[in-house]
């Protein structure tokens, strides 16, 4: 057992749309991960995600509605749900996800990330 200063963890990332495992518990990733710009709509078919933000403002876009998630706040996305993450500026944050999830769900692409890096 060992304790995870997220701060720490987040310094070593230097680029976007590249998820970190920084821990793991029943069958759960926990994930850093920095992102600028916009995703794509994308779902997953078994696994629901909790984005937190850690630092920044993240929007997350839905084919009805935006919800605008700041510091200190987290959206659990429920599986099937299409959704595109935004952001305007460089936002950092924690996801919360089953092991199997794939970051770009149903869809594969240049930021599809297979194999993840443990930090």
């Known amino acids: 057992m060992e304790k995870v200063n997220i701060r720490e963890k987040l310094n ?16 759960q990733h926990v994930k850093a991960v920095k992102i600028k710009g916009e995703f794509m709509f994308h779902h997953h078919e078994n696994e629901d995600e909790l984005f937190l933000v850690i630092k920044g ?14 510091e200190g706040e987290f959206l659990i996305v429920p599986k099937m749900v299409e959704h ?13 996800e089953p092991a199997s ?19």
Do not use: C, S, Y
Request: proline share 3%.
């Open 57 to 70: 403002k993240l929007k997350m876009e839905f084919r009805d509605k935006t919800v605008e998630i700041n």
């Open 12 to 27: 070593l990332i230097h680029d976007h749309w590249n998820p970190r495992i920084i821990g793991e518990l029943n069958g």
């Open 101 to 119: 999830t794939l970051n770009t769900g149903n869809l594969e692409n240049e930021r599809t990330r297979k194999e993840l890096e443990k930090i």
């Open 84 to 96: 595109k993450p935004i952001a305007e500026e460089e936002v950092e944050m924690l996801l919360f």
